[in-house]
């Protein structure tokens, strides 16, 4: 198997406040993790692509001051939104790869089941 | 620049109908890869298939079926006899060098 945990499942908090959202790949080792952010009603987009060891790639248009993504091992990656305010409130998704093998291993992402972020 | 372009937005059926989704991809590259997933109201999302692009042949698994034509860059998606347990939104995605990108889902009601 290949599964993905996200926690939490959904959280709200205060304006200005900072919230921790963690990627865990449960019966592999994720050399590669991905962030993504669903508006409602609208497409995933990626966010930052995050290797385990090393800075986390941002997409264009992404601060990532205020997104910090930690890969501090082969099973964890977590989002930080710092400060957030209402117009972060979305879906946030990760999704991870396995460890390198192979030729297309990067084209296999196993979705976790997203974070609902709910700002007031 | 890669794109995939979902032009239904929404589609709403009876059920037992047949329903084809549709999904137009842009890139440069030769090798890259399609998928479809399905993300029901919980959120989830849930991979439905892959296809390399040098993989043409049309793939059948029960009710779903994929017709990918690179000759259109198409890669559409059918559902036959539908069932209200198919209403969700089915996104199509391309992916380059582990990137994906989504189109847009597509909503789909099955009455």
């Known amino acids: 198997g290949a599964v993905v945990s996200q926690h939490p499942s959904w959280v709200i908090c205060k304006s200005g406040t900072s919230v921790k959202i963690e990627c865990r790949s449960l019966?592999?080792?994720?050399?590669?993790m991905f962030w993504y952010r669903q508006f409602p009603k609208q497409s995933l987009m990626l966010m930052a692509t995050s290797n385990e060891g090393s800075k986390a790639t941002y997409e264009q248009g992404v601060e990532k001051d205020k997104f910090l993504i930690n890969h501090a091992s082969l099973t964890l990656s977590t989002l930080t939104v710092t400060s957030a305010h209402p117009e972060d409130s979305s879906f946030y998704i990760c999704?991870?790869?396995?460890?390198?093998?192979?030729?297309?291993?990067?084209?296999?992402?196993?979705f976790g089941p997203g974070t609902r972020l709910t700002v007031l | 620049a890669q794109k995939v372009t979902q032009a239904q937005t929404e589609i709403s059926v009876v059920e037992k109908e047949d329903v084809t989704l549709d999904c137009v991809y842009e890139?440069?590259?030769?090798?890259?890869?399609l998928f479809w997933y399905k993300q029901p109201p919980s959120g989830e999302l849930v991979f439905l298939i892959r296809?390399?692009?040098?993989?043409?042949q049309n793939e059948i698994s029960g009710r779903y079926s994929w017709n990918f034509q690179k000759s259109t860059s198409s890669f559409n998606f059918t559902i036959t006899a539908s069932q209200v347990v198919d209403s969700a939104v089915y996104f199509c995605?391309?992916?380059?060098?582990?990137?994906?990108?989504f189109g847009q889902g597509t909503e789909l009601s099955v009455k």
């Open positions: 296809r390399n692009s040098f993989d043409e």
């Open positions: 999704s991870a790869t396995k460890t390198r093998a192979g030729t297309d291993w990067l084209n296999e992402q196993f």
């Open positions: 890139t440069r590259d030769t090798t890259y890869y």
């Open positions: 995605a391309l992916s380059q060098g582990g990137k994906l990108i």
């Open positions: 019966d592999f080792q994720a050399t590669t």
